[in-house]
């Protein structure tokens, strides 16, 4: 708190002691603060250079390290291609999507809670994921400290399977709607979110390890807009990047996939236990989400998450939004819902939903 650049060691020392009572002898204190320093926890030259460094070094590789392999999923193909065929297997008999159908909306919770519910709306969306020439990736960006972020990146993206391309031409028309700088301002968080990267491990497992070209983009929250009471769509920066999109990928088989989770409450997220009777209450609420969803009602479900101040804290808010406005006129379908575990007790739950949208 008091590391804000305005004092020195001495300062500081002083200030703990007069206000606070807290006594430190000044070579310990001196020690804290080069710890800091060196942990890259203050906002200096220091923690500057290391990030031009990891920013540099993630540019100049040849694609996104999978961060989650080996621990979130297997890291092997041979294995990984197993266990996604058990959870398709399990998930039964599934009627394909329309060859009209043009999105859908996939969790991004890890896969030994959602892994059902993955396996549901993907396999119904087996065929729009190979027939694709062009995928876009719409995810939650869990560590914007920016509301209404949309980060891009022109860095390819790995999984087990290989190299997902990133559409590199169509990242600089969404660039230069959004602003060059504001648009990679945080591209270095790409490198950790696992909302993208799950999603993009299950497309390229339905395309049998075959690429297609992406555009990740990674959605910030809507907090700014809920507390003003505004349409997302009324910032500027936002309708360019629809407009942008629709007019990139006019004339393409294109495939657009939200990757967001619905409701994170109780303990676990700042809230309280969860009883039967709120459980059965969240998923009332979740349905009028999903309905909204599947009338193609962006609005609607803006505005249901509105009107409650997203108590229920819906991670998958910006990218389900902006996936309906692109797609513009459609309707889904619910394939898949599931209230997963968000602690011990039972008391936290994180639910998720699985949309085809045509």
């Not at 070579?27 to 203050?42: G, I, K, P, Q």
């Not at 060059?180 to 790409?190: C, N, Q, S």
Request: net charge negative; proline share 5%.
């Amino acid at each position: 708190m008091l590391c804000t650049g305005e004092w020195d060691a001495h300062a500081i020392n002083g200030i703990l002691r007069l206000q606070y009572g807290v006594q430190f002898e000044p070579d310990v204190l001196e020690s804290v603060l080069n710890m800091l320093d060196e942990a890259l926890l203050f906002e200096n030259e220091r923690f500057a250079e290391a990030q031009a460094r990891a920013l540099a070094a993630y540019r100049q590789a040849p694609f996104r390290l999978p961060t989650l392999a080996g621990a979130g999923y297997p890291a092997e193909p041979t294995e990984l291609k197993h266990q996604f065929d058990t959870y398709l297997e399990e998930a039964g008999e599934a009627t394909p999507a329309s060859s009209e159908a043009r999105g859908l909306l996939s969790p991004h919770i890890d896969y030994a809670r959602g892994g059902a519910v993955y396996a549901q709306v993907w396999k119904r969306a087996a065929e729009l994921a190979r027939q694709a020439e062009l995928v876009v990736l719409l995810g939650t960006d869990h560590y914007s400290a920016m509301p209404g972020s949309l980060t891009l990146t022109r860095q390819n993206y790995a999984t087990p399977y290989g190299v997902l391309p990133t559409a590199v031409g169509i990242i600089d028309a969404l660039a230069h709607a959004i602003g060059e700088e504001a648009a990679f301002a945080g591209e270095l968080r790409h490198r950790g979110e696992h909302s993208l990267e799950l999603v993009a491990v299950w497309l390229h497992h339905m395309r049998r390890g075959q690429p297609v070209p992406m555009v990740p983009i990674l959605t910030g929250s809507f907090s700014e807009y809920i507390q003003a009471r505004q349409s997302p769509i009324a910032d500027a920066k936002m309708k360019a990047v629809i407009e942008t999109l629709q007019q990139q990928t006019a004339g393409k088989r294109v495939l657009y996939v939200a990757s967001g989770d619905l409701s994170h409450v109780g303990p676990a997220f700042g809230g309280e236990p969860l009883t039967a009777e709120a459980k059965a209450q969240l998923k009332v609420m979740d349905d009028e989400l999903v309905a909204r969803m599947c009338a193609g009602d962006a609005d609607g479900f803006y505005a249901s998450i509105q009107r409650i101040g997203d108590a229920n804290n819906v991670c998958g808010l910006s990218p389900v939004y902006l996936t309906l406005k692109a797609l513009g006129a459609t309707e889904g379908q619910c394939v898949a819902y599931a209230t997963c575990p968000a602690d011990e007790h039972d008391t936290s739950v994180v639910t998720v939903a699985g949309v085809v949208f045509e």
